[in-house]
C-alpha cells in the first residue's frame, strides 16, 4: 500500500513531464494517422499532390514529405509550440483539389483524413496518457526509450 | 438524403440567399451537385458531401460542403455570410438541424477562376 501510494506520488509530482511526453506522442501518432489515411484519399496524376502530404511537429519530428524524386514537393514552414503537429500539403493545387472549383469536381483528401483519425472510439492522446499512466513516473533526468 | 437535399431546400427558401446570387434559366444558381453548369459564369452556390457520414444510433450526421463562387472577394463574402446566417442553428425538412462553419476565402488558382468560400454544414437528422 505504502510502495502503491510512493509510485501515485512520483507520478503526481512529475505529471508535467509525463503529460508532455504522452500528448507528444499522442499528437505524433494522430499525424502520422492523419497523413497516412490522405495519401490513400483523392486522385493521383503526376504525384505531386501526394509527395507534398505531410506533417511537422513542435518538437522535431516530422514525416510524409517525398522530396527525393520525381515530382519535388517543398516542405511545410510553419512554427508550433512543443506540443503541436501540423499536417498539409504544399502542392499549388491542393486547395481547389480539396475544396473543388466551379469548372472542377473536388477530390477532398485532408477532411476525410481527419474524420478517420477521429473517428475511433478513443483519440490518440487519451490512449498515449493512458499508457504513460501505467508505465509509471519518470524520476528527473529520464527518459523514454522507445520509439515515439 | 444526404444532407444536400435539406441544405438546398433551406437555401432556396431563403430570401437573402437567393437575391446574392444569380439566376440561371430562371432559377436561382444554387445547386445541389459538385458543380456549376458550365455555361453560367454569374454568382453561384454548389454543394458536395466530404467527410463520411456518420448513421449514428439516434441521430444521423451529414457533412455537407456548401461552396459559394463570385468573380469578386466581397461578393463570395456576402453570399457566404448569407449561407451561414440562413443555416447555423436552424431546422430544415426530415427534421434536420444544421450547424455551420465558415471557412477562409480561397482566392482563385488561375485567372478565370472564381472566389470561393466554402462553408461546411453538419446536419443532424432524426
Redesign the interface.
Known amino acids: 500500500m505504502a510502495q502503491q501510494s510512493s509510485v501515485t506520488f512520483e507520478t503526481i509530482r512529475n505529471f508535467p513531464a509525463l503529460s508532455l511526453n504522452a500528448v507528444q506522442a499522442g499528437v505524433l501518432r494522430s499525424a502520422i494517422i492523419i497523413t497516412a489515411a490522405s495519401k490513400t484519399l483523392g486522385g493521383v496524376d503526376t504525384g505531386l499532390l501526394n509527395n507534398s502530404k505531410q506533417y511537422v511537429t513542435g518538437f522535431g519530428k516530422e514525416g510524409g514529405l517525398n522530396d527525393s524524386s520525381g515530382s519535388q514537393a517543398s516542405k511545410l514552414n510553419i512554427s508550433l509550440k512543443d506540443n503541436e503537429a501540423a499536417y498539409g500539403a504544399t502542392a499549388?493545387?491542393a486547395?481547389?483539389q480539396e475544396?473543388?472549383?466551379?469548372?472542377?469536381?473536388?477530390q477532398?483528401f485532408a477532411?476525410?483524413a481527419v474524420?478517420?483519425a477521429t473517428?475511433s472510439k478513443q483519440s490518440e492522446i487519451a490512449r498515449a496518457i493512458n499508457k504513460e499512466m501505467e508505465r509509471g513516473a519518470l524520476v528527473a533526468g529520464q527518459s523514454r526509450e522507445t520509439f515515439r | 438524403m444526404d444532407g444536400r437535399t435539406e441544405v438546398k431546400a433551406k437555401l432556396l427558401a431563403d430570401s437573402t440567399v437567393v437575391a446574392s446570387v444569380g439566376t440561371y434559366l430562371t432559377k436561382p444558381a444554387i445547386y445541389g451537385q459538385?458543380?456549376?453548369p458550365?455555361k453560367y459564369t454569374g454568382k453561384?452556390i454548389?454543394m458536395?458531401n466530404?467527410?463520411?457520414t456518420n448513421g449514428g444510433l439516434e441521430l444521423s450526421t451529414y457533412?455537407v460542403?456548401v461552396?459559394c463562387?463570385a468573380k469578386k472577394y466581397s461578393d463570395v463574402e456576402t453570399i457566404a455570410e448569407a449561407v451561414f446566417d440562413a443555416l447555423n442553428r436552424h431546422s430544415g425538412t426530415n427534421e434536420s438541424f444544421f450547424v455551420c462553419s465558415k471557412l477562409p476565402v480561397?482566392p482563385p488558382?488561375e485567372t478565370g477562376?472564381?472566389y470561393?468560400s466554402?462553408v461546411e454544414v453538419l446536419v443532424r437528422k432524426k
Do not use: C, H, Q, W
Open positions: 499549388n493545387y486547395m481547389p475544396f473543388g472549383t466551379r469548372k472542377a469536381r473536388p477532398p477532411r476525410p474524420a478517420i473517428g | 459538385f458543380l456549376v458550365p453561384a454548389s458536395y466530404a467527410v463520411p457533412g460542403t461552396n463562387y480561397i488558382n477562376e472564381d470561393n466554402p
